[in-house]
């Protein structure tokens, strides 16, 4: 009966080994095992017995792994997610730039948040179309709630989107500050290697009165001082702006990316501004001075280009580090340029 017994207990073995070599063979999937270590692997999977997997890689051939050291086993697109024998998933960071977005939607359940020198931010995917977040600084004002639309086409590397931004100063000047961002924008490329072109319009009104001195308006002698000035409050200026964007990323070695943030801001301040006219004139010998006040509508040039070259470290699909050596360059009356650095911190939830 032991006999028995054995030959039948080898016989199942066997044959359950004949049945687990027989699916393997028929797997032609591509993985990515990732150990505790955060070392990759990307290959196919030859057998799994339960205490560890046989994968078979280009670079390394076959190699055994402990299922105890595996944190997870992914199948992976060859085509779109790997590069250069390094795996780049979609990544939920992949719809984002430094400042600007994508035509790439956020995958359902991929919400992400951002935290940088600024304040924070989080966004959600509400469907596959559509995702909303919201910005904020340090200290909760202003608020911007952002809110992007994808269009896909049947060319995967072309894609198209709309996006918003509203914001409020909040409890800042009383609420009484306001802007917006509508743009339109397509991406071309995949999600790893990509260029965005954007138009936009923008508009921004900080909500603070504006001071202008001007002139009591009368008629002055020739002896008698027409300075006596008064203060006028002129309601604060609505700032108006298309612009235009361009915006990339590429991969530059194993797990950075290389990344492009640029806007031209071609604005204009609109506004009504005190406008004294005085005159000066002779009456029977009596010079004299006539001073006339009005108000008159004043539309000034403001153009401002911002450029924010930038790489990405990311060591996992859940977290990922940005820096941004951001500066703009603006004319407003005159030329001024001004620093403006940035570090980002990528979490997805």
Known sequence: MKSVSAIILFFMLFFSGFVSSQVNQTDTNTYVIKKNNGTEYIGKIISDDGREVLIATKELGNIYIPKADITSIKVVNIEKEIVNNVYRGKGVFTTRYQFSTNAFPLEKDENYG?????GPEVHFAINKRISIGLMASWIASPLVLAVKYTIPT????????FGTLLGTTGYLNQAKGFGGLHWGMVTLGDRAKNVTLSLGYSFFKAGLPRYDVFYQPGSYSINQSYYSNIMEKVNSPLIVAPVFGIAGIAPVGKKASFILDAMFILGKTSG????????YYDTQGQPSYNVVSELRSVTNPRINFVFMPGMRFQKSE???FQVS???????????YSFPVPMCSWFYKF
């Open 154 to 161: 049947s060319n995967e590397k072309i894609n198209f989107g």
């Open 272 to 279: 009504e501004q005190e406008q004294d006219i005085v005159t």
């Open 318 to 320: 859940t977290k990922a």
């Open 325 to 335: 050596l951001a500066g703009i360059i603006g004319y407003e009356d005159y030329l």
């Open 114 to 118: 951002m935290i940088n020198l600024y």
